[in-house]
């Protein structure tokens, strides 16, 4: 029986972004499903005691701006560190991702937040721009217009609040976190464990 993987992702974090295109890769090797959950980090670090960026100590501040240059480096994926539109207004792009999610299927949900993160963090470009997210809706082959209608909708802003309320509910506390079973991997890093998780089936 093929496995499932619940992917819980920030659209502003450099991290996510770096296991984009390797969780993609390694559902696809095992035959696994994987299903995208953009939720609200703000309140996930709200009641599991973690912090924002602007909040972190100066010296986890400055640990993250030397491990991304490792990581960067070390995986050969483009990244800029302090990137011009960090943090973006995310919830749009959100609420779009989980309308595709619910209304068209998990692959071109998960390629158009793949695509939010990319811009953010290779292309200096703000996915909080109504414009901007429009361009990125349609490099993923979707209708733009119908896709931002779509998303204004206030149905799945509350959907991504029961997605948060679920994901804190199953012990989810950072991004991206991948959920098999009952098993959670936290961070790009536990990719590793994640593969040999799938291939044990």
């Known amino acids: 029986m093929a496995l499932h993987i619940d992917y819980y992702a920030s659209l502003n974090s450099p991290w996510t972004h ?16 994987l299903r995208i959950f953009p939720v609200d980090f703000g309140t996930v670090f709200a009641a599991s005691g973690g912090l924002p960026l602007p909040k972190r100590s100066p010296q986890r501040q400055a640990y993250r ?17 302090q990137p011009r539109h960090f943090p973006s207004n995310e919830l749009p792009a959100a609420c779009c991702v989980i309308a ?8 071109p949900a998960i390629k ?9 963090w290779q292309e200096e470009l703000n996915s909080g721009d109504p414009a901007t997210l429009a361009m ?18 206030p149905r799945w802003e509350e ?26 991997f ?15 089936g």
């Open 18 to 33: 770096l296991g984009a295109a390797r969780i993609e890769a390694m559902a696809m090797a095992n035959n696994a499903t």
């Open 65 to 81: 701006l030397m491990e991304l240059p490792r990581w960067r480096d070390h995986l050969g994926i483009p990244i800029n560190i």
């Open 100 to 107: 595709v999610r619910e209304t068209i299927g998990d692959g």
């Open 112 to 120: 158009l937040a793949h695509r939010v993160l990319k811009a953010v």
């Open 136 to 153: 990125l809706i349609r490099d993923i082959g979707l209708d733009a217009d119908a896709v931002m209608k779509l998303g204004a909708e």
């Open 159 to 184: 959907r991504r609040r029961l997605d948060t309320a679920a994901a804190l509910e199953r012990g989810v506390f950072g991004a991206p976190s991948y959920v098999i079973g009952e098993e959670i």
């Open 186 to 200: 936290w961070g790009q890093d536990r990719l590793e464990f994640v593969e040999r998780r799938l291939a044990r």
